[in-house]
């Protein structure tokens, strides 16, 4: 007989926490027995994507060209040699391949047939914040976007996305949308942006219309696909999905006020709004709660040491309080706690207002100023209240900023 506990975490796993239907997130059940490891294996199997052996002829091919032009990819671009980086990226880049090997994504472009590739990660030199895939599923991923990333979980999400380019198969969706250009053609184009190639402008120009062409259905239909293709296997995953809005948005903001960075293939496809928007919407259509203080380090609550004994809370580059007095630390984590979830929920300056004592938020305590605080700064109690109200609507100021621009 089926067992009862088995069959609570396959329904349970069937909406899952993420609020995905397709497939049973094994990885959250432990077997107690060998009929619940049969039934487990069952499972998994069925969960499986199976091949047709005639698609498998397409799919050898992709594998084929990837390999090919990765050949062309080595000689212009040096490998990493940062041993802790290479492992990262490749740990996490195994994870999320895994997941899109056995989970058949839906495609909003591209192949949308299912597809299983022997994925490679390959870290190169390079300040670049920037990563590209090939057919087949050889990855590339610049050290300025491992340096970039303020958690996994943004990794995880730039991870899913590529894998979606080789996974819904762009390169073939976009010879046969452009036929006039060969894929052997828009590989060399993708190849020589990718590199700098010296040979990039021989390249461009010898495909010059179709480029055109490849640039504009590359810049709206792929990347949108990959992007919900990557975040459906973030549902699947250990990973935030939330890693993935707040990767875009620091791109965008950072793409508008820092022009003189250098951001590879994103200076011809900056991320936008809309993308960011795109994921929000998909996040909010799932109830899934999106905690930027859980995947960054730019949107947390930051605890300090100050002078004196003193503990200082800092959000975003900015100090929002100092706490003194014996237990200035554990009321500094505890603030933190409380601000980390206030900032998450990015609320309108109004709902912020002083009381007695006390910062609020929709008129409930946010942030308690003690007398210790007030004497460390030489103030009273109610300008310090006064002056870390307006402190607090500040960072909410740039919060907006940063996430709406």
């Known amino acids: 007989m089926f067992n009862a506990l ?3 975490a396959v329904l349970a796993s069937s909406t899952g926490s993420h609020g995905h239907t397709d497939g049973c997130d094994c990885h959250h059940f432990t077997p107690q027995n060998q009929v619940e490891k049969l039934v487990l294996m069952a499972w998994k199997k069925a969960d499986e994507i199976q091949i047709d052996p005639t698609r498998q002829k397409d799919l050898d091919r992709d594998i084929a ?3 090919e032009y990765a050949k062309e990819v080595d000689k212009q ?10 492992k990262r990226v490749q740990k996490i880049g195994a994870e999320m391949s895994g997941i899109a090997n ?3 994504a839906e495609a909003l472009w591209g192949d949308t047939r299912p597809s299983k590739f022997p994925y490679e990660f390959r870290v190169v ?14 990855i590339y991923v610049y050290e300025g976007l491992v340096k970039y990333v303020e958690s996994d979980d943004e990794l995880a999400g730039v991870m899913g996305h590529e894998i979606s380019h080789a996974a819904f198969r762009h390169v073939w969706a976009l010879q046969r949308k452009s036929e006039k250009l060969q894929i052997a053609q828009i590989l060399a184009v993708i190849v020589a942006a990718m590199t700098r190639s010296k040979d990039a402008t021989n390249v461009m120009q010898g495909v010059q ?13 792929a990347e949108k696909a990959a992007d919900f293709g990557g975040f459906q296997y973030m549902l699947k995953s250990k990973y935030d999905p939330t890693g993935m809005i707040t990767m875009m948005e620091r791109l965008a903001r950072d793409e508008k006020s820092r022009p003189s960075l250098d951001w590879g293939i994103y200076r011809t496809h900056p991320p936008s709004k809309e993308r960011a928007q795109d994921l929000i919407a998909d996040m909010e259509e799932r109830n899934l709660p999106i905690h930027r203080s859980a995947v960054t380090t730019s949107f947390r609550v930051q605890i300090k040491p100050g002078d004196a004994g003193t503990v200082e809370a800092w959000f975003s580059g900015h100090k929002l309080y100092t706490f ?4 200035a630390l554990a009321r500094a984590d505890a603030s933190a706690e409380k601000l980390d979830a206030f900032f998450d929920k990015v609320p309108q300056m109004i709902e912020v207002t002083e009381g007695k004592g006390q910062v609020l938020y929709n008129f409930r305590p946010l942030l308690d100023i003690t007398p210790d605080d007030a004497a460390n700064l030489k103030t009273s109690v109610q ?11 500040g960072a909410l100021f740039t919060l907006g900023y940063r996430i709406w621009g």
């Open 125 to 138: 030199e390079g300040e670049d914040v920037n990563a590209f895939s090939l057919p087949g599923g050889i």
């Open 383 to 393: 300008t310090l209240t006064e002056q870390t109200t307006k402190t607090i609507k």
């Open 65 to 67: 060209l990837g390999k």
């Open 324 to 327: 003194a007095g014996t237990d």
């Open 102 to 104: 056995s989970t058949q």
């Open 6 to 8: 088995l069959l609570t």
């Open 77 to 86: 671009l040096k490998a990493s040699k940062n041993e802790e980086m290479i």
């Open 209 to 221: 219309l179709g480029a055109q062409s490849m640039i504009s259905t590359w810049g709206v239909d």
